[in-house]
């Protein structure tokens, strides 16, 4: 007896098959908070896509640097700031997917009453910034390149808390985004840090290429949908930028002097 081949036809794609991935967004936020802001984001996405997405978070940034280079579970996607985002694109294998618009730059600011004109007043004094190696904290630290003229440095756990403390008296100066500095009147600014590229959403190697492309075409098509619409105007955001690798070139070498880089 001749024995035949047995063919096995599959009439539904591998990649219909429904997944869970996470996103993980920077810890700029308390954890509840940041889960509740960026909650749409992760529902869009999960409909858009087909798969559930959900978000995972960080109670600081150490806990969140140590995670990540070490390549613990919770990074599937991530929606980063410039230097972690080519941090992983070089070390990791990541590929950008598309970006926040604009850019973001720091200001060293303190209280109306505090009038400091020039950053080398602040040697020895109060400022605080979330801890290293949030991009505050790395920007602030170029700025002070001798360790023994530096300031006093006061880690919060996120930029409200800073500036209600400049406000209270609590410390001297802090350095936070410049839009939020902008929306408050009587802070004082002492300087403004050079723009880098704002946050940027990145997938993973374990990522499908075709669940990255999905989620590409979401985020950049997002201002012509009503479900994309509603996504955006819950984020506070204009849009979702084209963005790849090139975007963030050259922005990891801020993190080489952070210990595990």
């Known amino acids: 007896l001749s024995t035949l081949p047995l063919t096995i036809t599959l009439n539904h794609p591998t990649e219909a098959l429904a997944a869970e991935y996470t996103l993980a967004i920077q810890p700029i936020l308390p954890q509840e908070e940041l889960k509740a802001n960026y909650q749409p984001l ?3 996405l999960s409909a858009e896509s087909g798969h559930t997405i959900s978000i995972t978070t960080q109670r600081n940034f150490l ?3 140590t995670k ?3 390549r613990q579970k919770g990074f599937d996607l991530v ?5 972690f985002t080519d941090y992983r694109v070089k070390k990791q294998g990541y590929t ?7 850019t973001v730059s720091f200001s060293i600011v303190t209280s109306e009453d505090n009038f400091i004109l020039d950053i080398e007043e602040l040697i020895g004094l109060r400022v605080a910034t979330m801890p ?7 920007r602030l630290e170029t700025m002070f390149p001798n360790p023994m003229r530096i300031p006093f440095y006061v880690w919060e756990i996120n930029t409200t808390v800073a500036v209600e403390n400049i406000q209270s008296g609590k410390v001297d100066a802090a350095i936070i985004p410049t839009r939020l500095a902008s929306t408050y009147d ?12 704002h946050m940027g959403l990145s997938a993973s190697p ?6 990255a492309e999905k989620i590409r075409l979401a985020l950049i098509n997002a201002g012509t949908t009503e479900a994309g619409k509603k996504m955006l105007s819950e984020l506070k955001v204009e849009k979702f930028e084209k963005a790849n690798s090139e975007t963030y070139d050259g922005y990891a070498t801020m993190l080489e002097s952070v210990f595990g880089y």
């Open 79 to 83: 929606l980063d700031a410039a230097h």
């Open 206 to 211: 374990e990522v499908p290429a075709d669940v």
């Open 42 to 44: 992760a529902d869009y």
């Open 68 to 70: 990540m280079r070490k």
């Open 186 to 197: 009587n802070l004082n600014t002492v300087m403004t840090t050079e723009p880098v590229p």
């Open 132 to 138: 290293s190696p949030s991009l505050g904290s790395l």
């Open 96 to 102: 950008v997917l598309a970006k926040l618009p604009d």
């Open 63 to 65: 806990f969140y640097w």
